[in-house]
């Protein structure tokens, strides 16, 4: 069965440090997203790509950035970690335009 | 993007039917309204979109007026696994690349009780 898997699920990593996200789809979707969950925020957009070498910042991209190489991957990375990126972070993604999102597991990070 | 407002929580009883209102009263034209469900420490999980008038299918019901200004979503005869966090969302109007995109608000947290 086709599904979408985030790696690693757990992660402490110290401030300044570079940490990467993994996420894999088997869809073969296009459009895929990244968010990030905190209390009393729900989740929030972090980027987006609407297909391989697209890539988009939505509304809390500062700190992060992602590369699209294949269909099937949208690693997420943090140049320098800081605690306030200590979060629930969730990969998604979809078919087309107002399809549903598919959600991953989530990461959950900490940022010492 | 257009913003939603729901109720923060609700309670309910096993077995009643619960409708959860959410306002989007900057709907765009083109804006559809989705669902979603999600558990404790897991991704949310779509449930429903419509764009007007009344959609069902086999979990929930959701009716949406006229002026699209607002939406409901009904679910029948809860049970305690229904217990979750739903999120109303509008997606942004298909144009460019925004696409797609949705905006999460804090959504409602449902606690059904025997």
């Known amino acids: 069965d086709a599904e979408i898997t985030q790696s690693p699920r757990h992660k402490i990593t110290e401030t300044g440090r570079q940490v990467t996200l993994a996420c894999h789809q088997t869809w073969n979707h296009n459009n895929m997203f990244w968010y990030r969950q905190d209390l009393g925020h729900g989740l929030r957009l972090i980027h987006y790509s609407y297909g391989v070498q697209d890539t988009n910042k939505g509304e809390v991209s500062d700190g992060y950035s992602v590369s699209r190489s294949n269909t099937e991957d949208l690693p997420l990375t943090l140049e320098s970690a800081a605690s306030s990126q200590t979060s629930v972070y969730f990969c998604a993604s979809s078919e087309g335009t107002f399809s549903e999102q598919f959600f991953g597991p989530g990461t959950r990070l900490t940022v010492l | 993007l257009a913003k939603t407002t729901q109720p923060i929580s609700m309670d309910s009883y096993e077995g009643q039917e619960v409708n959860i209102t959410c306002s989007h009263n900057n709907i765009a034209t083109n804006d559809y309204i989705t669902w979603y469900q999600q558990f404790p420490s897991q991704g949310p999980r779509f449930i429903i979109q419509?764009?007007?008038t009344k959609v069902t299918n086999e979990v929930a019901s959701l009716f949406i007026p006229a002026d699209r200004k607002s939406s409901t979503l009904s679910l029948p005869r809860v049970s305690l696994s229904d217990t979750a966090v739903y999120y109303c969302l509008v997606g942004v109007n298909a144009g460019g690349t925004s696409y797609g995109k949705l905006t999460f608000g804090q959504g409602t947290i449902l606690t059904v009780h025997p």
């Open positions: 419509g764009y007007k």
